[in-house]
């Protein structure tokens, strides 16, 4: 099993940033991708940035630049940052992650953003 776990959320201000860790650990060889989705209020989660075991990335349209996922291989962990914070960025975030030739998806607990006008 992979065990994921973000953190870095946090109330911030309109037209601030703000960066996102997502640490995981457990049996993380064979990771193919590390992604961060995100689900606000009343709205399905949804996809924000991917990173593959590659190092390739893609990300969701509405992101248009402001968010960059990366990842540091020697501490497990991946992040997302994001620049010039809407209040429609509030959501609360989760990292998820999947193994090759292995099915089940991974999931952190989510981690608060909340923007305030």
């Known amino acids: 099993q992979v065990q994921l776990v973000e953190s870095g959320g946090g109330l911030v201000q309109a037209g601030g940033s703000l960066r996102l860790s997502c640490v995981a650990s457990?049996?993380?060889?064979?990771?193919?991708?590390m992604a961060w989705y995100r689900q606000a209020p009343g709205k399905q989660r949804e996809l924000v940035a991917r990173?593959?075991?590659?190092?390739?990335?893609e990300y969701a349209d509405f992101v248009k630049g402001r968010f960059t996922i990366s990842r540091d291989k020697s501490k497990n962990t991946a992040y997302v940052q994001i620049h010039i914070l809407k209040f429609e960025d509030t959501a609360v975030y989760y990292c998820?992650?999947?193994?090759?030739?292995?099915?089940?998806?991974?999931w952190g607990q989510g981690t608060q953003v909340t923007v305030s006008s």
């Open positions: 998820k992650s999947q193994r090759i030739n292995d099915p089940t998806q991974y």
């Open positions: 457990g049996e993380i060889s064979g990771v193919q991708y």
């Open positions: 990173i593959w075991s590659s190092g390739n990335t």
